[in-house]
């Protein structure tokens, strides 16, 4: 079995047990979209995938997706790109220029960034508002108890359309109530998209609304080098 040959069955795998269990939550099919996460991986170990026919793709850094997208692109037709990582202010014109959802608005600065850059190019990216689910301090994010302000700023003050949260919960703690607390942010913030779940525990976020989960070693297998 080869390299692709794996990722490619892996990703069977996923979109299987993403099925059962939206199903399992009484969800419909196709309720729950999989974002698979290329960080680190080279074009050549991502064109299987795309082969086989997957189309929506997370990259954590914006200089190193500017390196393999483009010309990606040129040879996959609609590929939805999401950056997933935190993004730096001065980074925001080739964000904007590349990818087309942005998860990790967590800050008037960025928000402020996004709304002149966005209307300089006239592109609108979809944008995500990422909640610091479990209020670690070494995570990026939005405190949960002033998300819902937050979003409500970037709309009126800044004028970006917010369409829902992405979050990452404590890593030695049990997922399933961080994420039903984003659930919760999200109702009291009138947004419909949810972006929660990982690897080990995307059928975990299922029952609590995701719309998305962000799936990368479970399909591509152990990063190459440190993300």
Request: with cysteine; charged share 25%; proline share 6%.
């Amino acid at each position: 079995m080869t390299t692709s040959d794996t990722a490619v069955e892996r990703l069977q795998d996923i979109r299987a047990r993403i099925l059962a269990a939206t199903r399992e939550a009484g969800r419909p099919a196709g309720s729950v979209e999989l974002v698979a996460v290329s960080k680190t991986f080279e074009a050549d170990e991502i064109r299987p995938v795309l082969e086989a026919g997957q189309r929506l793709f997370g990259e954590n850094r914006v200089q190193e997706a500017m390196g393999k997208w483009p010309a990606l692109r040129e040879s996959y037709p609609g590929i939805e790109l999401h950056l997933i990582g935190p993004l730096q202010s001065n980074k925001t014109a080739e964000a904007v220029a590349l990818f087309d959802v942005i998860e990790t608005v967590d800050r008037e600065k960025i928000a402020a960034a996004l709304a002149k850059e966005m209307a300089r190019q006239n592109r609108r990216p979809r944008l995500y508002v990422q909640v610091d689910i479990g209020e670690e301090a070494q995570k990026a994010g939005i405190a949960p108890t002033e998300a819902v302000d937050f979003v409500r700023r970037c709309r009126e003050e800044h004028g970006l359309a917010i369409e829902g949260l992405m979050c990452i919960p404590p890593v030695d703690e049990a997922p399933g109530p961080f994420f039903a607390l984003l659930q919760k942010i999200a109702g009291e913030a009138g947004v419909e998209k949810l972006s929660m779940g990982m690897s080990g525990d995307f059928e975990r976020a299922i029952p609590f609304g995701a719309t998305s989960v962000r799936v990368g070693s479970a399909i591509f297998g152990s990063r190459p080098r440190p993300a």
